[in-house]
């Protein structure tokens, strides 16, 4: 790509706001994309989403703060990217025979953590020469480009039969709260309560007599009931799951905290044991006497339990925490 198209791509992308179609998670690594295709899996996606937390949903508008240009690819941070600098007056020190210091009056850093995200368009060899459409129309299964407001952009990225129900102001047993808000909007009336088994609902109730009323109920955060009250008086109920929810990539195992690494730093002299050792620490140390010893007098045992110490008559053998 010559410098001139450089420049034009640049301009013609860079601060544009766009509605994302899928899942940004934050975090250093962000999307991938290529022959139309995005990376990582959704596995991975899932795994980073639980670990840094969404930097945008599918339906957000958000901003390509920064277009960059490279030999075999160009990458697009949005709201500000994944990678946050400190201003570059920031980074001014002095030096003197005491050391290094920032300028005086120089603000403090601010946080440095992003919470933007970014999508790398990979090409085979090299970036070849593309006008500002084309790059556009290669960006579109993560970015929509088209879309007037946040719920057309929403609607674009559900199935078929999900698209229709929205458009057509419909809830579908299966949908979750967000859908049928962009469906329904804002409900007259919210109740919680609890059903015959016990469990715990929420209902939203829509329109009020004589007009039609909807009764839609949530478990947890899926439609599980639809009751629609007629103007003529009749009833219909439906419980069955009507749709197939499309995966958002934020569910995940329950994860378990990272080992303790054996060389980690620590402000204990050698040989010198934890206050308060964990299950795990305490199942190997070696008991001290003074962990024997009863709450007051000094005695093996405590009072209430009516003995004394080891080897006398009536007292309990002692045990180390091996056996």
């Known amino acids: 790509m010559s410098k001139q198209t450089r420049l034009q791509v640049i301009r013609s992308l860079q601060s544009e706001r766009v509605f994302a179609r899928v899942m940004f998670p934050m975090g250093e690594k962000g999307l991938t994309l290529k022959d139309g295709q995005v990376s990582p899996s959704q596995a991975v996606i899932s795994q980073q989403l639980a670990e840094f937390g969404p930097a945008v949903k599918p339906g957000d508008r958000c901003v390509i703060t920064n277009v960059d240009i490279k030999d075999k690819e160009i990458v697009f941070d949005i709201n500000g990217g994944n990678k946050k600098k400190a201003k570059w007056y920031q980074r001014i020190q002095v030096g003197g025979n005491g050391g290094t210091a920032p300028l005086p009056g120089t603000p403090a850093p601010q946080s440095l953590d992003a919470h933007g995200s970014s999508v790398t368009l990979v090409f085979d060899k090299y970036v070849?020469?593309?006008?500002?459409?084309?790059?556009?129309?290669?960006?579109?299964?993560?970015?929509?480009?088209?879309?007037l407001t946040a719920g057309e952009a929403y609607q674009k990225t559900l199935p078929p039969k999900l698209q229709a129900a929205i458009r057509d102001h419909k809830v579908l047993v299966g949908m979750d709260k967000e859908m049928v808000m962009y469906a329904k909007g804002r409900p007259n009336q919210r109740i919680r309560d609890k059903d015959q088994l016990g469990n715990d609902y929420e209902e939203w109730i829509y329109g009020t007599p004589p007009e039609e009323v909807e009764f839609v109920r949530f478990q947890g955060d899926e439609v599980s009931r639809l009751e629609i009250m007629g103007v003529d008086g009749k009833k219909e109920v439906r419980t069955a799951r009507e749709i197939d929810m499309p995966a958002k990539g934020t569910e995940v195992a329950e994860q378990k905290?990272?080992?303790?690494?054996?060389?980690?730093?620590?402000?204990?002299?050698?040989?010198?044991?934890?206050?308060?050792?964990?299950?795990?620490?305490?199942?190997?140390?070696?008991?001290?006497?003074?962990?024997?010893?009863?709450?007051?007098?000094?005695?093996?045992?405590?009072?209430?339990?009516?003995?004394?110490?080891?080897?006398?008559?009536?007292?309990?053998?002692?045990?180390?925490?091996?056996?």
């Open 128 to 147: 070849p020469e593309l006008s500002g459409d084309q790059v556009r129309a290669m960006l579109a299964p993560v970015f929509d480009f088209k879309a």
């Open 257 to 323: 905290p990272a080992p303790k690494p054996p060389d980690a730093p620590t402000l204990r002299r050698p040989g010198e044991q934890p206050e308060f050792p964990t299950a795990e620490a305490s199942d190997h140390r070696t008991p001290r006497p003074e962990d024997r010893r009863g709450p007051d007098d000094g005695s093996p045992y405590p009072d209430d339990t009516g003995t004394s110490a080891p080897g006398q008559p009536g007292s309990p053998p002692h045990l180390t925490p091996s056996q």
